[in-house]
C-alpha cells in the first residue's frame, strides 16, 4: 500500500560545530503548489539553491518555511587559540624593550591584546556549509517521517468515511424499489377516489414519466465508482490529494442531484448524510500531498 503524505508538519534539528550551534527549522502547511520561504544568515545565503533543490527532490506540494540560526556555543565559553612562536618573539622583544628602556615588562592581557597572538578557533566555510547540509538531511529525514505519520492517520480517516458513504449508496438503492411502487400506488389510488374515467394509455406514461424523474440507479451507480476510485488512489498513495480534491467533487455533485430527486424523507435523509460526509473528507484532504 502506498504512503500518504500530509503537508503540515514540523521538524527541528540541532548540532553543534567547532565553535557555532546550528538550528534547522521546517514548517509546513498546506499549498497548492511547492512554495519555499528561506531564512538565512548571510554567512550560508550561498546555499539557498542547494536546499531548494534538495526540498523539491523530497516534497510534492505544500507551503514550506525554512529557518537555519548559527549561535555561538554557551556552553563552552570564549575559546582563544595561542601562536606560540609569535608569543615566544613577542615576549623576548618585551624583555629587551624594558632593560633598554628601564621599564616594566607588558601584563599578559596585554600580551593577549597584541595582534597575532591568540585568535577564536577557525572554522572554514566549506566545513561550516558542510554541517548546514548534513543538518538540513536529518531535518528533512524528520519533515519526511511526521508528514508520513500524519498522512497515515488521515488516510485511515477518509477510508472510514468512504465506507460510510458506501453504506448510505447501499442503503439508498434498496430503498429506491419500494418508494417507487408505493408512489405508483398512491397516484392509482387517488384516481380510483375521485372516480373518473382515464385513459390507461396515459395513465401508463405518466406513471412511467414519474418514476424516470425519480429514478437514481445512474447517480447510485456513479457514487459506487467514484468509492472505488477513492479506495484505488489512497492504496496507490503518493502526492494523491489533488486527485481525492477532484473526486469529492464529483461525489458532491451526485449526491445533490440524489437529494433533487429525493420523493421521501428517508432519501432526503441519506442525500444530507453523504453530504456531510463528503464535507469532512474534502477538509482532511486538504492537508493531503
Given at each position: 500500500?502506498?504512503t500518504i503524505?500530509?503537508?503540515?508538519?514540523?521538524?527541528r534539528e540541532n548540532?553543534n560545530?567547532?565553535?557555532?550551534v546550528?538550528t534547522?527549522?521546517?514548517?509546513?502547511?498546506?499549498?497548492?503548489?511547492?512554495?519555499c520561504?528561506?531564512?538565512?544568515?548571510?554567512?550560508i545565503r550561498?546555499?539557498?539553491?542547494?536546499l531548494r533543490?534538495?526540498?523539491?527532490?523530497?516534497?510534492?506540494?505544500?507551503?514550506?518555511?525554512c529557518f537555519?540560526?548559527?549561535q555561538?556555543g554557551?556552553?563552552?565559553?570564549?575559546?582563544?587559540?595561542?601562536?606560540?612562536?609569535?608569543?615566544d618573539?613577542?615576549?623576548?622583544?618585551?624583555?629587551e624593550?624594558?632593560e633598554?628602556m628601564?621599564?616594566?615588562e607588558p601584563?599578559?592581557?596585554?600580551?593577549l591584546?597584541f595582534?597575532?597572538?591568540?585568535?577564536?578557533?577557525?572554522?572554514?566555510?566549506e566545513?561550516?556549509?558542510?554541517?548546514?547540509?548534513?543538518?538540513f538531511?536529518?531535518?528533512?529525514a524528520?519533515?519526511?517521517?511526521?508528514?508520513?505519520?500524519e498522512g497515515e492517520?488521515?488516510?485511515?480517516m477518509?477510508?472510514?468515511r468512504?465506507?460510510?458513504?458506501?453504506q448510505?449508496?447501499a442503503?439508498t438503492?434498496q430503498l429506491?424499489?419500494t418508494?417507487?411502487q408505493?408512489q405508483r400506488?398512491k397516484?392509482l389510488a387517488?384516481?380510483k377516489e375521485?372516480?373518473?374515467?382515464?385513459?390507461?394509455g396515459?395513465?401508463?406514461q405518466e406513471l412511467?414519466?414519474m418514476?424516470?424523474?425519480?429514478?437514481?440507479?445512474?447517480?447510485?451507480?456513479r457514487?459506487?465508482?467514484?468509492?472505488?476510485?477513492?479506495?484505488?488512489t489512497?492504496?496507490?498513495?503518493?502526492p494523491?490529494?489533488?486527485?481525492l480534491d477532484?473526486l469529492?467533487q464529483e461525489l458532491?455533485?451526485e449526491a445533490?442531484?440524489?437529494s433533487?430527486?429525493?420523493?421521501?424523507s428517508?432519501t432526503t435523509?441519506?442525500?444530507?448524510?453523504l453530504k456531510?460526509?463528503?464535507e469532512?473528507?474534502?477538509?482532511?484532504?486538504q492537508?493531503?500531498e
Amino acid at each position: 500500500m502506498g504512503t500518504i503524505h500530509s503537508m503540515t508538519a514540523f521538524a527541528r534539528e540541532n548540532s553543534n560545530t567547532a565553535r557555532d550551534v546550528l538550528t534547522i527549522e521546517l514548517r509546513t502547511v498546506n499549498h497548492r503548489y511547492l512554495d519555499c520561504s528561506f531564512k538565512l544568515p548571510d554567512s550560508i545565503r550561498a546555499l539557498e539553491p542547494r536546499l531548494r533543490e534538495r526540498l523539491g527532490k523530497t516534497l510534492a506540494r505544500g507551503k514550506v518555511d525554512c529557518f537555519v540560526r548559527i549561535q555561538q556555543g554557551a556552553e563552552r565559553g570564549p575559546s582563544l587559540s595561542i601562536n606560540h612562536e609569535n608569543l615566544d618573539a613577542l615576549v623576548q622583544a618585551s624583555a629587551e624593550v624594558a632593560e633598554a628602556m628601564a621599564t616594566r615588562e607588558p601584563t599578559a592581557l596585554e600580551v593577549l591584546q597584541f595582534p597575532g597572538i591568540c585568535s577564536p578557533p577557525e572554522q572554514s566555510e566549506e566545513a561550516l556549509h558542510k554541517a548546514v547540509l548534513g543538518l538540513f538531511e536529518d531535518a528533512l529525514a524528520t519533515l519526511a517521517a511526521n508528514r508520513s505519520r500524519e498522512g497515515e492517520k488521515l488516510s485511515h480517516m477518509v477510508g472510514e468515511r468512504i465506507g460510510q458513504v458506501e453504506q448510505q449508496v447501499a442503503s439508498t438503492r434498496q430503498l429506491v424499489p419500494t418508494l417507487q411502487q408505493r408512489q405508483r400506488d398512491k397516484v392509482l389510488a387517488r384516481i380510483k377516489e375521485l372516480n373518473v374515467d382515464v385513459d390507461q394509455g396515459r395513465l401508463e406514461q405518466e406513471l412511467v414519466y414519474m418514476a424516470q424523474k425519480s429514478d437514481v440507479d445512474e447517480e447510485l451507480d456513479r457514487l459506487d465508482a467514484h468509492v472505488s476510485e477513492v479506495r484505488r488512489t489512497l492504496k496507490k498513495g503518493g502526492p494523491c490529494g489533488r486527485r481525492l480534491d477532484f473526486l469529492m467533487q464529483e461525489l458532491n455533485r451526485e449526491a445533490n442531484t440524489l437529494s433533487s430527486k429525493s420523493t421521501s424523507s428517508d432519501t432526503t435523509q441519506n442525500s444530507v448524510e453523504l453530504k456531510v460526509l463528503i464535507e469532512q473528507m474534502r477538509e482532511q484532504i486538504q492537508n493531503i500531498e
